[in-house]
């Protein structure tokens, strides 16, 4: 039995015990830090989004695209003031949008395809009109959401 | 006698008015139906559901005649009355109304009056005009006497998905179009093609059917010199950049069709990059080879879109591993939707038949794709760092297990020496 009162063998088995604890400690603070600070590009792929733009931010005949989970959606204020949103993705061959001032419609350069303001499609090979997404402007605060 | 005296008394019933109000007894169809003669009764049973009875025009107003008086009399051609007009006579009939802008704007302002003129100048007007062929069509082969309905309406013979059939029903007819110069497969050809998909598999009504090409009422094939300007009714982007092309010239001096050198006229197949080059369904080979300038150009146009095409699906491939395994990868995503539009962009720029236009575009979309695929390793990286990570910790709190068991193991042991002691 004299194995069972050997220091070193105890010293060993104490040292091991307290770095193994003082290691867990590590381990599980490491990652409750990590959680707590917020990821740099963390979004939600729901049906709802809350645009980094302000209502003033868009003026009036004019268009901005915003990500949407991860495809493009864009955000026109048309020249009566209202703001309207709709996938920014044609429906000929998927390139994304953009929003012509000059036309005060929704053109496609790939293939010059042009949606009114209803998101319709009215020249060009886009077989479909856009899909369009429910703007809530609340307060400073512009919220997009999929469907009705 | 007794189907006289029927007509007789049905006739003597107010008479209908031949213009803007619905005919309050229309004599004409009154007695055509209760003749018993199926060859009489079949246009005034058809003419119920005529958009022509819905406005109001009786039968009076093509076939002529008197709606006042009864009887045969009513069927005097003193009276204007013609009968079933003639072939020539039917677009005299129909224009007479149909190119009057004045009178149209009181039922259809936006419908146009110029059929007649449009028909005048088409393959089957040039006809029907020079030889009085007896087989082209006049405005009603493709409008059903007595049963004209709105384009818009789908029943109707003139309807977007319906305009094939009824253009197929002579220039489908082998048996019918036998002695004339041109083919009966179109509508078949057209079935399969790009084109004929999206209307009759996806229902797209935006997609073109015959009259889109060869016009409607001036129906007639392209010219060689102008079927870029009919495809790019809706392809504008291409056909801009094909006019400005060194094929533009050369093709009408080929004496070839514009786009449907390469695409076909009906059997439009999809386009797609193997279209492109010089082997396997590469249509640049029919004319060019890897000697010639052409040849070179076609191969390397070839090469910057399989270039980016590959990059594109390598960085989306390896998006999609990330995000599968729980990484959040969606702004890269968002990204690479750019090197999509660069790709579709240079696939269009093919037209302009110079590899510098294309390269333009493939420039742009790789560097996008490329970001992204950076983005993608990253994102698989922190992964990996993450499982390594994971792995570490298991074994630290293995460890820590053990240590615990090795101690009290300790503890136990020395505690029963000291008692046996």
């Known amino acids: ?148 | 006698m007794l189907i006289l005296l029927v007509l007789a008394a049905v006739l003597a019933l107010a008479p209908s008015p031949a213009g803007a109000q619905a005919p309050a007894a229309d004599n004409c169809a009154t007695c055509h139906l209760a003749i018993g003669d199926e060859r009489l009764e079949k246009p005034a049973k058809a003419y119920v559901e005529d958009i022509h009875r819905a406005k109001g025009f009786g039968c009076v107003a093509c076939h002529g005649g008197s709606e006042k008086d009864a009887g045969m009399e009513a069927m005097d051609p003193a009276k204007g009355y013609i009968g079933k007009p003639g072939r020539k006579q039917v677009i005299q009939v129909c224009a007479r109304c149909h190119a009057d802008a004045t009178f149209m704007k009181r039922y259809n302002p936006s419908l146009r009056v110029d059929q007649a003129t449009e028909y005048a100048t088409s393959v089957h007007g040039r006809k029907l005009a020079a030889a009085d062929d007896p087989k082209v069509a006049t405005c009603v082969s493709c409008h059903p006497a007595h049963a004209i309905r709105p384009p818009s309406d789908p029943k109707s013979s003139v309807h977007p998905l319906r305009v094939a059939e009824t253009c197929g029903a002579c220039h489908g007819n082998a048996k019918y179009m036998e002695g004339r110069r041109l083919p009966t497969d179109q509508l078949a050809k057209w079935r399969e093609s790009v084109h004929g998909k999206a209307m009759i598999v996806k229902g797209d009504l935006s997609a073109p059917t015959c009259n889109d090409c060869h016009g409607n009422h001036g129906a007639a094939p392209p010219g060689v010199t102008w079927v870029g300007n009919v495809c790019g009714q809706c392809h504008t982007v291409m056909a801009d950049l094909f006019a400005k092309s060194v094929h533009a010239k050369a093709f009408v001096d080929m004496g070839s069709p514009g786009c449907a050198t390469c695409h076909d006229n009906h059997a439009i197949r999809p386009a797609g990059d193997a279209m492109l080059g010089l082997g396997g369904d590469a249509v640049c080979a029919t004319c060019h080879g890897e000697g010639d300038k052409g040849g070179r150009a076609a191969l390397e146009m070839r090469g910057l879109i399989d270039g980016l095409a590959g990059r594109h699906r390598a960085a989306g491939a390896l998006l999609d591993r990330a995000e599968h395994a729980g990484m959040e990868v969606s702004q890269a995503r968002f990204d690479l939707n750019g090197a999509r539009d660069a790709l579709v962009k240079a696939r269009a720029a093919v037209h302009a038949f110079t590899p510098a236009a294309v390269r333009a575009e493939t420039a742009a979309g790789t560097a996008v794709a490329d970001r992204a695929h950076a983005r993608g390793t990253r994102a698989l990286d922190e992964l990996a760092f993450r499982r390594k990570g994971l792995g570490v910790s298991l074994v630290i709190i293995l460890a820590v297990i053990a240590g615990v068991l090795l101690k009290i193991r300790q503890v136990d042991r020395r505690g029963r020496a000291t008692e046996h002691g």
Request: with cysteine.
């Open chain 1, 1 to 148: 039995m004299a194995h069972v009162d050997d220091p070193s063998r105890r010293r060993f088995v104490d040292w091991f015990l307290g770095g193994s604890v003082g290691a867990f400690l590590l381990a599980v603070l490491y990652p409750v830090s990590r959680y707590l600070v917020p990821p740099r590009a963390g979004e939600s792929a729901a049906g709802t989004v809350t645009l980094a733009l302000k209502p003033d931010d868009v003026k009036p005949n004019s268009g901005q695209i915003f990500k949407f989970g991860s495809r493009p959606g864009i955000l026109v204020r048309t020249a009566g003031g209202e703001l309207r949103a709709f996938s920014a993705v044609c429906t000929h061959l998927n390139c994304t949008v953009q929003y012509r001032p000059d036309l005060s419609q929704i053109w496609c350069a790939c293939h010059n395809g042009h949606f009114d303001l209803n998101g319709k499609n009215v020249e060009g090979p886009p077989p479909r009109p856009l899909e369009a997404f429910t703007v809530n402007a609340r307060g400073n605060q512009i919220v997009v959401s999929k469907g009705a």
